[in-house]
């Protein structure tokens, strides 16, 4: 349920009821409804935020900068967008934002779907080259969500017909796995045991995983862990008493 | 200039859809599309338009309806009109227009603001419970309730042609068979009280009621018996409960389906009159449902509702100028005022007593407010030692408690102590857990005629009459004497739809009869040289919203509710999303006639949703 901005119910005694047109007026209607599903589950209960929907707006206008040139005099595909195939960081991401925005719509966690959107589109507008394929992708992914910047995009990228009929983009499940890399864990000095974390964990959460390992825990009970010597990617090592 | 501008963008791809009929969904699938049919909560179009908590629902069923049509399935996402209602007839009433002009713009705003949304209905659909078209398939439903009665060995509803006759009744000759099937049939009237407030001269349900004042306008409501129509929901009480339970429902919904039938399982206790306390020749016996038959030794006095039949009787000299106040008090008081709001207990000594049937006590019988007439046989058994609201109402009035019941552990107790245990202080049932010792009673009780095993539910008939003007008129005519009375026949309106009369003005009457009452053209009817009178009490707003989702399925079908193939392609709803307010009595109404529309055949699955 979605409060007034006063975090009260909305009623026309209270003087806190949004109406839409004004929304829609001043950022469109994809903004607003990108906007009510970003705010948090269905079945919270959350005040409405007239800078939440300034937010999503900017996240539409960025991707629509992913593939129009905003400085060009008339409508001009981005030439940042080139026709290489996706690789890499980009290939891997692309894939992973399918999966989560497919499991995420069907079990009805539109925030997290909307989130992992976001990412993939601060990712293409860092990257220098922005594969065609990639950013056709985010705006098939897209659709259900902002139709209308959805079907414009689609149709400015080259399609004839119209977007609502299309057929969803499948993901490579094994380009969605993480990165994993194994490192070892010692205490003083010894080998005592290897933990599977994410290549690039911080120092701060690989000393937390090799904490929380249940063999090294059980290890370090009760005993006063005097120095922790923490390499990424590299090594654990607990100095004990 | 190529920044981002969904004020342009947006309306020319609403347009796109609209000129292509994009959203239009085929009847047909094609091969290998399984069907997904996504619903919305329709709403009712208010004067105030939209606000931007209606389309959290909408933006949700939308992202899925057009994810299912990616994905390649058969999509049934439509929109629609909860149009019937008070605030557009209060409108008319104030601006002497008819409510039909108020809801037409209503509509048009809502849906230009739905619209201008872009979600993606399928608009060829979209169907208006006031529409006549449409509202001809409410009031036919309602005559199959009409025709229907509810055989409790086969567990189903049945045509009423088919109810048996018994002989006696037979004999008696056609009208006699007439009453005998109208006080079987899942609709019937009866006299009911209802909160009648004589200002807006109309019923209002509880919710509508606050401090014996109406919600909207702050009139005096008074409780009232009036002549009422009713839905036997209650017959359906058990398929509602069982059937329930394979859905793939959250708990906390199914939980509030089962609270609101709230079945109990228990004992009818009856307890004579003490002839000594009544009137020369006059013998009363108050029958009341108890789920603890066990603690009936700890029965130590017993309260009805004010409404009682038996309260004027019971009455002592000395008491009824109290009693009487009492009662007047109380009608102007709502069921919930009564029960959940009450912070006291109030209420008034009869001056008459009861024997408590298990040992012969004389115990007072008082009235009270908490105890609703509507509610199990309207009268009680107060066990003050082991139930919270009679252990309040004693401390009040200095009546005896008496512990009955100890904690199994045989700790100390501490009263009123509502758990089970082990009974105490109660002769034949001492040293029994609860359950044995209900069991041990209600067999006692049975074998002395004393009482019998009873299952209570909480839920009620469903009120189904409103004195107003904007709903759907009931399809029914009575015949009338050469007097212009009633005769109690019935006749069912040869055609439908029946459309309301234009008024002159819109104001209620006053009177139970409400403002159709006055159109005296459209009541008065003569079929075949007899008088008939119409029905001139209008369906609740409910009526319309029961079923609109098996409209959708065949909108514009005339010749039948829904073809049956149709039905049978997209049923059940597959994802409904509708808010909390709308998981009790909008569920449980939907379901209870999709139940009826089952055993009638025409849908063949047993729930709306999966």
Known sequence: MILGEDNQKMSKSRGNVINPDEVIREYGADALRLYEMFMGPLEAVKPWQMNGVEGVYRFLARVWRLAIDHEAETVTLNAKMVDAAPSGEVLREMHRTIRKVTEDTESLRFNTAISAMMEFTNL??????????????????????????????????????????????AYDPELTKSDTIEVPVQINGKLKGVIAVEANIEKDALEAAAKADAKIAEMLKGKVVKKAIVVPKKLVNFVIG | ????????????????????????????????????????????????????????????????????????????????????????????IKTNQHPRKTTEKNIATFKRQ??????????????????PAYFKWTQWIFLKLYDTWYD????????????????????????FVAVWRNVKRLAYQAEVPVNWCPAMGTVLSNEEVIDGKSEVGGHPVERRPLKQWLMRITAYADRLLDELEPLDWSESIKQMQRNWIGKREGAEVRFDVDPSTLREGLELEINVFTTRPDTLFGATYMVLSPEHPFVADLATEPQSAAVKAYQEASSRKSDFERTEMAKTKTG????????????????????????????????????????????????????????????ADRSTVDLPHTD???????????????????????????????????????????????????????????????????????????????????????????????????????????????????????????????????????????????????????????????????????????????????????????????
């Open chain 2, 152 to 175: 409790p060995e086969l567990k189903k509803g049945r045509p009423i042609s088919e109810l048996p006759i018994p002989e006696n009744v037979a004999a008696k000759g056609p009208e």
């Open chain 1, 124 to 169: 293409l507008t860092k990257s220098e080259e922005r594969p065609r394929e990639a950013v056709t992708m985010l705006v098939r992914l897209l659709s259900p969500y902002a139709p209308h910047l959805a079907e414009e995009l689609w149709s400015l990228l080259g399609n004839a017909k119209t977007l609502a009929y299309e057929p969803w983009p």
């Open chain 2, 114 to 131: 739905i619209q201008a949304l872009g979600f993606s209905y399928d608009w060829d659909r979209e169907v208006d419970t006031t529409d």
């Open chain 2, 420 to 610: 089970t245990g082990i009974a105490i202080h109660s002769d034949f049932l001492d040293g029994l857990d609860t359950s044995a010792a209900k069991a041990k009673i209600t067999a006692w009780l049975a074998e002395k005629k004393l009482g019998t095993p009873r299952v209570n539910y909480k839920l009620r008939d469903w009120l189904f009459s409103r004195q107003r003007y904007w709903g759907e008129p009931f399809p029914l005519l009575h015949e009338l004497d050469a007097n212009g009375n009633r005769t109690g026949v019935i006749r069912v309106e040869d055609k439908l739809p029946l459309t309301l009369p234009v008024l002159e003005d819109y104001k209620p009457t006053g009177t139970p009869e409400g403002p159709l009452s006055k159109a005296a053209d459209w009541v008065n009817v003569t079929i075949d040289g007899k008088q008939y009178q119409r029905e001139t009490n209008t369906m609740p707003q409910w009526a319309g919203s029961c079923w609109y989702y098996l409209r959708y399925i065949d909108a514009r079908n005339d010749a039948a509710l829904a073809d049956p193939k149709k039905l049978k392609h997209w049923l059940p709803v597959d994802l409904y999303i509708g808010g909390a307010e709308h998981a009790v009595l909008h569920l449980l109404y939907s379901r209870f006639w999709h139940k009826v529309l089952y055993d009638c055949g025409i849908v063949d699955c047993k729930e709306p949703l999966p």
């Open chain 2, 348 to 407: 008034v000594f009869t001056g008459a007593y009861a024997i408590n049937p298990v040992n012969g006590v004389k115990i007072p019988i008082w009235i009270a407010d908490y105890v609703l007439a509507t509610y199990g046989t309207g009268a009680i058994m107060a066990v003050p030692g082991h139930d919270e609201r009679d252990y309040e109402f004693a401390k009040q009035f200095n009546l005896p408690i008496i512990c009955v019941v100890i904690p």
């Open chain 2, 1 to 92: 200039m190529p920044s981002y501008h969904p004020a342009e963008i947006e309306p020319r791809w609403q347009r796109y859809w609209a000129e292509h009929k994009t959203f239009t969904t085929p009847d047909e699938p094609q091969p290998g599309q399984t069907k997904y049919y996504i619903l919305d909560m329709f709403p009712y179009p208010s004067g105030d338009g939209l606000h931007v908590g209606h389309p959290e629902g909408y933006t949700a069923t939308d992202i899925l309806a057009r994810l299912k049509r990616h994905l390649g399935c058969h999509v049934l996402h439509p929109m629609g009109w909860d149009a019937f209602g008070l605030p557009a007839e209060q409108y008319a």
